[in-house]
């Protein structure tokens, strides 16, 4: 999938591998991080939240595992 726009001032862009369920987040610093085993239903939750920083923060971070790109 395609980059999507984070919209957030934190997150500068995010895409998702439905097939290995691997979550990937740019942020606005450069950073790139995968987060593993996340499910496409917290993809999609995630695409369509107002705020996607906050998303990650409150329902991703701490809940999978994860590792700088």
Do not use: C, H
């Not at 862009?13 to 740019?26: G, H, I």
């Amino acid at each position: 999938m395609d980059w999507i726009d984070g919209n957030s001032s934190n997150i500068a862009r995010f895409k998702y591998d439905a097939a290995n369920q691997v979550l990937s987040v740019e942020f606005i610093n450069g950073g790139v991080y995968n987060y593993f085993d996340v499910p496409e239903f917290v993809f999609e939750e995630m695409r369509s939240a107002g705020s996607k920083g906050q998303y990650l923060a409150q329902r991703i971070k701490g809940t999978y595992r994860y590792a700088r790109a």
